[in-house]
């Protein structure tokens, strides 16, 4: 990759631009062509790839600019090669488990997939997300290696595995060659960043059968993407490709799906956020009625700073690390008091995860940062901007294209 990278702030100003860019490209194409420099080009590469939207983009008009346009192809066709090996993956995990007696959900994007909301190579999918019964989760696992699939790490959320013997790929965005890793999930719930959230008992269908099962229903499907997505911006790494799932199937959501929400939880104080987002963008996706609805449940704080936010300042598009992200998520002085009291002494599971992350993703390899001692994380962000290593590996990585182009 490229020793020397442009000014930091020059990244990130180019960086938010794009991404603004491409959020309203994707949400009513046919804008003109940007009028960009060759780096600003890059850096709308490295935006459209971190946020998932590089294949969507190549169906659609596009913006002329040679290679851009190649680009998307490219990574339409890297996405359809790989959407295949997904889908057998699948069809084998449902036979497995169909003999096994064991039920399982295909989350998020296959979910999305099976649907028809999305065409072979239109989205992207970083892995396979199941969820499974708590009683199941042996089995589960067991079936996971006799698929040739091996644990990698487990944390709080989920236990990932990955195929033995395959190895990551070093690319921009998507590569047909990238192993389709599976995380196993026993509850379906995320920390806001503290109070935990939990829709296990509305995603999991009341008569699950052996083998592959949907999600019981559109309005279970969207709560678990908006909790997602709320888990996300929590850290300040929403996509775009998130916000364009919601718009999708919005339009498949009646009233009545959306009561839903309040049925499954008393008041869905954390879907204010990430929906404001979608109509920020989408229009007409949102029906005002739930907006106005989910204002009265919102917390004051995070009702009144949501209102501000735009893409490009909730996602990896911001270059600069915020050592405070998600604390305006609290909801009362002791939950701030404990999220203050983490920040300065992670608890050891957060130390676990840290270590995991630094073992397991190629983006974190080689990086000082991430093995400093929190005292001097600390430090740096009281002293300095610290840039983001996901989004400097995707940026190097944009850079490495042109160079290779070149």
């Known amino acids: 990759m490229p020793d020397h990278l442009p000014p930091l702030r020059t990244i990130r100003a180019g960086l938010r631009r794009a991404t603004e860019a491409l959020a309203a490209e994707l949400a009513l194409p046919g804008g003109g062509t940007p009028d960009w420099t060759p780096l600003e080009w890059r850096l709308a590469m490295a935006a459209a790839a971190a946020h998932g939207v590089s294949p969507l983009l190549d169906r659609r008009p596009s913006w002329q600019h040679a290679p851009w346009k190649r680009f998307l192809a490219d990574q339409h066709e890297h996405v359809e090669l790989r959407h295949r090996r997904i889908v057998d993956l699948l069809h084998r995990l449902d036979a497995a488990a169909r003999a096994a007696g064991v039920p399982l959900v295909p989350l998020k994007g296959a979910a999305l997939h099976a649907l028809g909301l999305y065409a072979a190579g239109e989205r992207p999918m970083a892995d396979i ?228 992350m630094v073992r397991t993703q190629l983006w974190l390899q080689g990086q000082s940062w991430v093995v400093s001692s929190q005292r001097r994380r600390i430090l740096a962000w009281l002293t300095r901007p610290v840039p983001r290593m996901d989004t400097l590996y995707v940026v190097r990585a944009a850079l490495e294209s042109r160079l290779a182009e070149n």
Request: aromatic share 8%.
């Open 129 to 356: 997300d199941l969820l499974v019964h708590p009683g199941d989760a042996q089995r589960a696992a067991g079936l996971l290696q006799e698929l040739d699939y091996e644990s990698s790490f487990t944390q709080w959320k989920h236990q990932v595995f990955k195929p033995v013997a395959q190895a990551p790929v070093n690319a921009l965005g998507e590569h047909r060659d990238t192993p389709v890793n599976i995380e196993l999930h026993t509850h379906i719930h995320e920390r806001l960043p503290l109070a935990t959230v939990d829709l296990t008992a509305a995603v999991y269908p009341r008569e699950a059968q052996p083998g592959i099962n949907a999600y019981p229903s559109h309005a279970a499907l969207m709560g678990h993407l908006l909790l997602h997505a709320a888990g996300n911006l929590c850290g300040r790494s929403l996509r775009l490709l998130h916000l364009n799932d919601i718009s999708l199937l919005a339009t498949r959501m009646t009233p009545r799906d959306w009561d839903v929400l309040w049925h499954a939880h008393e008041r869905p104080w954390w879907a204010l956020p990430p929906l404001r987002l979608v109509a920020r963008y989408y229009r007409h996706a949102v029906p005002d009625t739930v907006l106005e609805r989910l204002e009265r449940d919102c917390p004051p704080l995070l009702r009144a700073v949501s209102g501000r936010w735009t893409l490009s300042a909730v996602s990896c598009s911001d270059l600069w690390l915020h050592g405070l992200a998600g604390m305006e998520w609290c909801r009362s002085p002791g939950e701030v008091a404990r999220y203050l009291h983490n920040r300065l002494r992670p608890t050891d599971e957060a130390r676990r995860e840290r270590a995991d």
